[in-house]
């Protein structure tokens, strides 16, 4: 179980935001304490694009057991307009008519819940742009 404190110490999941290598310029998100390219150590904070647009996508017919009840949706990997790729599900769109090089926009939408009066998990999805 992930306790609600543990969730609100994300601050990248709440705020869209990455680590930018000082040394090499690698954009890391989630950030990183080491940079993938150049093994720096060094990062400013920086927030990312809201927009992009969908590189590939998947949709998802048999769901892991927290999200039974929302299939099928997609899960599709964004391309921020920044230039950083990022994996998410895509909402409030017809999957027969989603397809590759949609654009998209990052909203703050319910995740899951922990049981029935269990704590609800907020992260980011994408909606048509």
């Given at each position: ?15 869209y935001?990455?680590g ?11 950030p ?5 390219v150049c093994?720096a150590?060094?990062f400013?904070?920086?927030t990312?694009?809201?927009?992009g647009k969908i590189e ?6 048999v769901?892991p057991?927290?999200?039974?009840d ?9 391309k921020?307009d920044?230039g950083?790729q ?6 409030d ?9 949609d654009?998209v ?7 899951s ?9 907020y992260?980011?999805?994408f909606v048509?742009?």
């Amino acid at each position: 179980m992930i306790t609600a404190r543990y969730w609100r110490e994300m601050p990248q999941r709440y705020r869209y935001e990455a680590g930018k290598c000082v040394k090499c310029g690698y954009v890391a998100f989630p950030p990183r304490l080491i940079c993938p390219v150049c093994k720096a150590r060094e990062f400013q904070t920086v927030t990312l694009a809201n927009t992009g647009k969908i590189e590939t996508f998947t949709v998802i017919r048999v769901a892991p057991s927290d999200f039974e009840d929302e299939v099928p949706y997609a899960m599709a990997v964004i391309k921020l307009d920044d230039g950083v790729q990022v994996t998410a599900q895509v909402v409030d769109v017809d999957l027969d008519e989603l397809k590759i090089g949609d654009r998209v926009r990052i909203e703050f939408r319910r995740i899951s819940q922990d049981g029935e009066a269990g704590v609800i998990f907020y992260g980011y999805k994408f909606v048509p742009a």
